[in-house]
């Protein structure tokens, strides 16, 4: 008690709580109680109102940020604190870093430390040396138990017994096993989620069918009754748990995540849930009990779901996206084996090319091939259609079988909920009539939540009345219009109805991948199937300046000698009077025309361009002779001069020089000719 001086009275004793996980605030109230119960026994010393710090109850002291153990570090470096006050070290520190930093800033100030055994302090160096071995032996005790707790817990996962969590749809028997849930509308509901991914092999779109219809879910709720079932539209996440959980295919898994420490700001910070690959999980137990799919199909889905992710290597595909490209994600490049990126162009984004573009993105290199999609798309669909053809009437029968069960499905799960409503409605109904009828705080409430189960089963009934009332039955017309469709795939392939999104999922359906090589005629195109077999297939190539909205070749060749003798717009009049049109077959503008002549390198018109060729349109020559435009027009009918026209319609180009040199004598013939009285009046001077 020497140890207690007056300058450590004459500041305040700190009682520092703490518990370390949330389970000990539940059950140990022992603990918490020995340590409040520090505040009296520094009374007992001499402090008069100790003050206790119980910020962190429920914190970890492995290295935790723990804002108590702050607050009483920064009290102690103020000078404020005489005495600290715990049960034990391991309740102040539980790694080396805090501890020694406590005994350093106890050691500067003059501060004490007392603990259940004795009072310490930091300041001399036989106290100092037993705190130290104190805050050792409290490392290393956790680092034990740690590793004892951790071997115990691998020991019992290594025999498939350790169960932390229960996916929904199953439920303990015994302490070391599980089987599924008996309630059939929780076994429905999770085996709906499989069927429908089967299906739609999109987890995505699932999610998005099940709200569509309006199918709650099971998910499991734990309150302070338990662990409960309860029913509630699912949101992705639910049915992604589902779908990759290996439990649901009969294994036994454990060591799928991982956790991950870091350090920041000087602490270490733990981060849990790292999801690892199959490979690196530390136990995976086959048949270990019953699973709503075979595991076979449960991988086969896993690998459906990679394939489906977007930016996630070389060799994924992605899923199926919004665009008319058919083959996006299933070409490959030949020459350097990235996968292929897609563009779309145009007003509406109609045209649509390929390109292999990863090597450029990633690295700056030069892009590597590229080339449009239209020919491509055409040539692999109708390969596939080829080869499918056989199977179409078979393709028409799953697809009414598809859309009948589609329907059952909803039905069934109506009936499963109606099921359940109506249970629960008679039981309200005998809880009601078990109690007092003059107990009205209590029969008041029952009769409300027997009114509410009866209000619920009523609203099931509606919905099941109304499914499939959206969506008759077939008949019999549209039956073998179904079937004809089904033995003519080319133009099922074809109609307004099927979109390029089924379109892509049948391509997907049957190819593994297509590997596309360029060569400076054709595109060569190797498809791999999904049964192992290949098919070569050649696809002609566009040359520079050539697709399918290309103006025909007479058009060039009219713009190109247009083009020396009147300007765009001029020219675009003369294009439409003779009824050409665009490659696209819109009408010629001026804009138009000099999107063409800059396209094609044709130099813009010049005004004089045809006096330097010494050539006079019919206006021009006219004016020279002094004489109207018809009488000239005449005069070439008489072939007393010469000229020449690109196309009807288009400007005259008639040489000066012959206008020059017989001007007089072609005067004279043609009023020699013309019996027009006012010809006679004709001037040559």
Same mark, same amino acid.
């Given at each position: ?373 239209? %020919? &491509?798309?055409? #040539? $692999?669909? =109708? !390969?596939?259609?080829?080869? +499918?053809?056989?199977?179409? *009437? @078979?393709?028409? /029968? ?106 892509? %999922? &049948?391509?997907? #359906? $049957?190819? =593994? !991948?297509?590997?596309?090589? +360029?060569?400076?005629?054709? *595109? @060569?195109?190797? /498809? ?110 008489? #072939? ?46």
């Amino acid at each position: 008690m020497s140890k207690i001086a007056s300058e450590h009275l004459g500041r305040q004793a700190f009682v520092y709580v703490r518990q370390s996980t949330q389970d000990q605030l539940l059950h140990n109230h022992e603990s918490r109680r020995r340590q409040y119960g520090l505040a009296e026994r520094a009374r007992q010393l001499g402090w008069a109102e100790p003050v206790v710090i119980d910020d962190d109850l429920g914190r970890s002291g492995g290295g935790v940020a723990r804002p108590g153990f702050e607050r009483l570090l920064l009290a102690i470096c103020e000078g404020r604190v005489g005495i600290v006050l715990a049960v034990e070290a391991s309740r102040l520190a539980r790694n080396g870093r805090d501890w020694h930093t406590l005994l350093e800033f106890c050691g500067l100030v003059g501060c004490l430390l007392a603990d259940e055994d004795g009072l310490y302090d930091p300041r001399l160096p036989n106290d100092r040396l037993l705190l130290g071995m104190k805050g050792t032996m409290s490392e290393m005790e956790l680092s034990i138990l740690r590793q004892r707790s951790l071997e115990a817990l691998r020991q019992k996962a290594r025999r498939g017994e350790l169960f932390l969590n229960v996916a929904v749809g199953y439920m303990k028997v015994r302490r070391d096993r599980i089987a599924k849930d008996p309630d059939r509308r929780v076994q429905e509901a999770v085996g709906l989620v499989f069927r429908k991914f089967a299906e739609f092999q999109s987890i995505r779109q699932v999610h998005l069918w099940l709200r569509q219809e309006g199918l709650p879910m099971p998910a499991i709720e734990i309150d302070g009754e338990g662990r409960r079932i309860v029913w509630k539209l699912p949101v992705y996440n639910t049915i992604r748990g589902i779908l990759t959980n290996p439990t649901y295919g009969g294994a036994y898994a454990f060591g799928r995540t991982a956790s991950r420490v870091t350090v920041e700001n000087g602490r270490k910070r733990v981060s849990r849930g790292h999801r690892r690959d199959q490979e690196e999980w530390d136990v995976l137990i086959l048949d270990h009990h019953e699973g709503y799919v075979p595991w076979a199909e449960f991988e086969r889905n896993q690998r459906l779901i990679a394939d489906n992710a977007n930016c996630r290597g070389l060799m994924v595909r992605g899923a199926v996206r919004r665009g008319d490209a058919l083959l996006a994600g299933l070409l490959r490049c030949g020459h350097c084996g990235r996968r292929l990126h897609v563009s779309y162009s145009g007003t509406d984004g109609f045209c649509v090319r390929y390109s292999c573009r990863g090597a450029h993105i990633n690295h700056g290199t030069q892009a590597c091939i590229s080339f449009g999609g239209l %020919r &491509i798309d055409a #040539a $692999v669909s =109708e !390969e596939t259609l080829r080869l +499918l053809s056989p199977l179409g *009437i @078979e393709a028409a /029968l799953m697809a009414l079988a598809s859309r009948d069960a589609e329907i059952a499905d909803t039905r069934r799960q109506a009936e499963l909920a109606l099921t359940q409503a109506r249970y629960e409605a008679d039981l309200a109904r005998r809880q009601y009539d078990a109690v007092d009828p003059a107990n009205r705080l209590v029969a008041a409430e029952l009769e409300r939540r027997w009114n509410d189960r009866l209000t619920e089963a009523h609203r099931l009934e509606e919905r099941l009345t109304s499914i499939g009332a959206d969506r008759p039955s077939l008949s019999v017309a549209e039956r073998e219009r179904l079937l004809s469709l089904g033995a003519d795939l080319p133009m099922a392939w074809s109609l307004p109805g099927a979109t390029a999104e089924t379109r892509k %999922r &049948i391509l997907r #359906a $049957v190819l =593994e !991948e297509i590997v596309a090589t +360029l060569t400076e005629q054709r *595109i @060569e195109l190797l /498809l791999h199937w999904k049964g192992g077999d290949h098919t070569r297939l050649n696809v002609p190539r566009n040359r520079i300046g050539q697709h399918r909205y290309s103006s025909d070749a007479d058009v060039q060749d009219l713009i190109r000698a247009l083009a020396r003798q009147q300007g765009d717009g001029a020219i675009a009049a003369t294009l439409n009077r003779l009824g050409k049109r665009t490659g696209r077959g819109n009408p010629w503008t001026e804009a138009r025309v000099r999107s063409f002549r800059n396209d094609h390198r044709i130099a813009v018109h010049r005004p004089g361009e045809m006096a330097e060729r010494g050539e006079l349109t019919l206006e021009e020559t006219a004016s020279r002779l002094g004489v109207s435009k018809m009488t000239v027009l005449r005069l070439m009918r008489d #072939a007393s001069i010469t000229g020449k026209q690109v196309c009807k319609g288009a400007p005259w180009a008639i040489p000066e020089a012959q206008i020059v040199a017989l001007g007089p004598d072609i005067l004279r013939s043609g009023r020699a000719r013309t019996t027009d009285p006012a010809q006679n009046m004709l001037n040559l001077q």
